[in-house]
């Protein structure tokens, strides 16, 4: 840290200047190229850029998952590195893209004006969204479907230190990043090692003719409407709850939870369908306790005499059963969905019961070593992060050019540092 106090003492002793998005940027939003025109996504060579890269690549990205060809492309490509920050759907996300690209509507691209590309380094931008994500989540416009006023958007301001500044900053960023890029690789390896385990176990056993979902399977979809909010009464869940029901802090009254005539009971699965990440998530109910959910979940009731809830999630979450949603996922939708009575379509191996259950018994037991393996790295990781995000916050808070702020940055402050554990 004594290197940028040097720094900051010799370039900028009395703050620094401070620009909007307007002033810094120019601003486009992203677009789904029309999924009736066949020719623009075959053989295409332009990455297509969707929520689903950032969760399963990073905040860096050089490659989609999607490709378009030129003919879908709508006058020019977006910039190679250009910030594409998520403003409606999902907010609170962004990404650098190292190449020219396009991404979906959900995201706004940040391109550094051309007077500013020699001023500003890529990387300082990129840390400082961390800030910018945050300011996205508090101004949003009223309505049933988050978005980013974008008339307050664009007066988020980005600090201008000095490039000697930016990229000292940058390296030492870099530095807490890489500590745990190789705990973050060995984790997700372990995960594809579960996940190939479990798709192999199902290939091998479900040899049984497919049956349409809705033969077996009772399907519902949450109240369509946005609820009234209460300090207490009846837990209310939608996808972001999906990996910790009752965790939830969102209650509506029970007046309200009467008028459900789908109630959630023991051996219910719960399953992604409208959500900006992906679709087909699912968790089992294990208690009869009342739970109210939005249209963002389908609650699937299956008939207990022929299908295992627990098969049916490992199933719909398995590379098979994730083939099969796919086909009925409308992905020009924004969010992405599928329709319920298209989940009813879906089709899926029910072997016999008892073979069902073993290999529920099997994937779990194997879930529960890589469990048993992966404590550690989420706990490393974790404090990693938290040194992480104090040294950003301390680094990329500068004095404002006439302001009052002051920044000591003549100490590491010791006594306030995340220790690792």
Not at 186 to 210: G, H, M, N
Not at 385 to 406: C, H, I
């Amino acid at each position: 840290m004594n290197k940028i106090n040097e720094l900051i003492a010799e370039f900028c002793p009395d703050g620094v200047e401070y620009k909007s998005i307007a002033e810094l940027f120019n601003t486009k939003n992203g677009y789904t190229p029309s999924k009736s025109h066949s020719e623009y996504w075959e053989n295409g060579t332009i990455p297509w850029f969707r929520m689903e890269d950032i969760r399963e690549n990073g905040r860096i990205l050089s490659k989609a998952t999607q490709y378009v060809s030129e003919s879908a492309v709508k006058g020019t490509l977006f910039p190679a590195n250009s910030i594409i920050v998520a403003t409606s759907a999902t907010i609170g996300e962004h990404a650098l893209i190292k190449v020219p690209s396009l991404a979906n509507q959900r995201f706004t691209y940040l391109m550094l004006k051309e007077e500013y590309s020699t001023c500003m380094d890529i990387m300082f931008v990129y840390y400082y969204c961390f800030k910018l994500d945050e300011y996205c989540k508090v101004c949003l416009n009223q309505g049933n479907f988050a978005s980013v006023d974008m008339k307050k958007f664009v007066k988020f301001k980005f600090p201008v230190p000095p490039l000697e500044v930016q990229r000292e900053i940058v390296r030492v960023l870099d530095s807490f990043t890489l500590l745990t890029a190789e705990l973050t690789a060995e984790l997700t390896a372990r995960k594809k090692q579960y996940s190939f385990y479990r798709d192999s176990l199902l290939k091998q056993e479900c040899k049984s003719e497919k049956i349409k979902l809705k033969a077996v399977c009772a399907i519902y979809d949450g109240t369509h409407q946005t609820p009234k909010y209460t300090n207490s009464g009846i837990p209310f869940v939608s996808v972001e709850n999906i990996d910790n029901l009752y965790g939830t802090q969102k209650y509506i009254s029970p007046e309200a939870y009467a008028k459900y005539k789908i109630k959630p009971r023991i051996g219910d699965v719960f399953m992604t369908r409208i959500t900006a990440g992906v679709i087909g998530k699912c968790t089992v109910v294990d208690r009869d306790d009342d739970l109210a959910y939005y249209v963002s979940l389908a609650l699937l009731r299956p008939n207990a005499e022929v299908l295992d809830s627990k098969y049916l999630k490992y199933y719909l979450e398995s590379g098979w059963g994730r083939k099969e949603l796919s086909k009925w996922i409308l992905w020009d939708a924004t969010p992405t969905k599928i329709n319920k009575d298209d989940i009813g379509r879906v089709l899926i191996s029910i072997p016999p019961l008892d073979v069902q259950k073993r290999l529920v018994q099997v994937i779990e037991h194997f879930d529960t070593i890589c469990t048993d393996l992966n404590i550690g790295l989420p706990a490393e990781i974790e404090a990693r992060q938290k040194q992480y995000e104090y040294y950003r916050d301390l680094l990329l808070t500068f004095a404002e050019t006439g302001s009052t702020l002051v920044t000591d940055r003549q100490t590491d402050r010791q006594t306030d540092r995340p220790e690792r554990n």
